[in-house]
């Protein structure tokens, strides 16, 4: 009953920014967790960020802390991944993904709904 849907993924220079999108749609409840995770070729699917959506809390993995930055629009029901200082190692297919009733400080390792993926390219 959940759907996401990514957007604003591309190429782009070391160094350089991108924002992506993520549109959820569907019922939902009130305190559940919006996360970013991405997957390079070769190797596992790794967490990059998630949003508490009952207080706006956001977490980031160290590899892109200071870099990234997670917030959402709640009128539009969309949450943002800022993607600045970008290296050659953040290229990945990027997924949004969402988790209901989940209560941490920390952002969890399973979900239960998934979007499709943008692709991030950046060239060295």
């Known amino acids: 009953e959940v759907q996401l849907v990514e957007s604003g993924g591309g190429l782009v220079q070391a160094g350089g920014s991108l924002r992506l999108s993520c549109a959820v749609s569907g019922s939902t409840f009130d305190d559940y967790v919006i996360g970013w995770l991405r997957q390079a070729p070769g190797k596992e699917r790794e967490g990059v960020s998630c949003?508490?959506?009952?207080?706006?809390?956001?977490y980031y993995a160290d590899s892109v802390k200071g870099r990234f930055n997670m917030s959402s629009e709640n009128a539009k029901n969309t949450v943002y991944l800022q993607m600045n200082s970008l290296k050659p190692e953040d290229t990945a297919v990027y997924y949004c993904?969402?988790?209901?009733?989940?209560?941490?400080?920390?952002?969890?390792?399973?979900?239960?709904?998934w979007g499709q993926g943008t692709q991030v390219t950046v060239s060295s």
């Open positions: 949003i508490m959506t009952n207080d706006g809390s956001t």
């Open positions: 993904a969402a988790r209901d009733t989940y209560g941490s400080t920390e952002c969890p390792v399973e979900y239960d709904y």
